[in-house]
T-cell receptor, first 112, second 113 residues
Framework: EADIYQTPRYLVIGTGKKITLECSQTMGHDKMYWYQQDPGMELHLIHY???????EKGDLSSESTVSRIRTEHFPLTLESARPSHTSQYLC???????????FGSGTRLTVV | GQQVMQIPQYQHVQEGEDFTTYCNSSTTLSNIQWYKQRPGGHPVFLIQ?????EVKKQKRLTFQFGEAKKNSSLHITATQTTDVGTYFC?????????????FGKGTKLSVKP
């Protein structure tokens, strides 16, 4: 039973399109994260949030933006998709302190 | 900057053989975590180690945290095909990100039946 939900699971979209990847969690976690990952490879942090109205850029430069208007919701938006954005995007959340992350199932994005 | 390194990057074993992946941090860690990602899946939290020299077991998996709290290992005894996947270690980031995790690059395990 997933406590963190990502939609869509798969997305194929044309170059130049605007897309929003959805992430919602029902655990009341304050901290949320977006990672970009090629299958089975290194996790790259692209955005994170510590709570409502808090957003920060991660280690990997990204052309995406995020928002955190509600605790449970942390969508990621690409204003103009490019083939280089083809990847898997993973959303995760955690409580404050040194505790494990809960990851969503991911969105596999293909830009053609 | 702070780094978490994992070796090996890839490991191919015959079913029934043992497997070990090693994680080394450039800084002393308050804790270390391990995750498993099955092919096509997402990382799943396995365990957190906190104490110096701590050893924890989960069935065939043995996790160890070094005495200096700068290294850790995951050992799988008698691998099975269900063990296939990428294993990541992660430690707290003591830079400017208020305790985000820094993940190692992972060790990808394949098991030949």
């Amino acid at each position: 039973e997933a406590d963190i939900y990502q939609t869509p699971r798969y997305l194929v979209i044309g170059t130049g399109k605007k897309i929003t990847l959805e992430c919602s969690q029902t655990m009341g976690h304050d901290k949320m994260y977006w990672y970009q990952q090629d299958p089975g490879m290194e996790l790259h942090l692209i955005h994170y949030s510590y709570g409502v109205n808090s957003t920060e850029k991660g280690d990997l430069s990204s052309e995406s933006t995020v928002s955190r208007i509600r605790t449970e919701h942390f969508p990621l938006t690409l204003e103009s998709a490019r083939p280089s954005h083809t990847s898997q995007y993973l959303c995760a959340s955690s409580v404050w302190g040194n505790y494990g992350y809960t990851f969503g199932s991911g969105t596999r994005l293909t830009v053609v | 900057g702070q780094q978490v390194m994992q070796i090996p990057q890839y490991q191919h074993v015959q079913e029934g053989e043992d497997f070990t992946t090693y994680c080394n941090s450039s800084t002393t860690l308050s804790n270390i975590q391990w995750y498993k990602q099955r092919p096509g899946g997402h990382p799943v939290f396995l365990i957190q180690l906190v104490k110096s020299g701590e050893v924890k077991k989960q069935k065939r998996l043995t996790f160890q945290f070094g005495e200096a709290k700068k290294n850790s290992s995951l050992h799988i005894t008698a691998t099975q095909t269900t063990d296939v996947g990428t294993y990541f270690c992660a430690g707290p980031d003591y830079g400017g990100s208020q305790g985000n995790l820094i993940f190692g690059k992972g060790t990808k395990l394949s098991v030949k039946p």
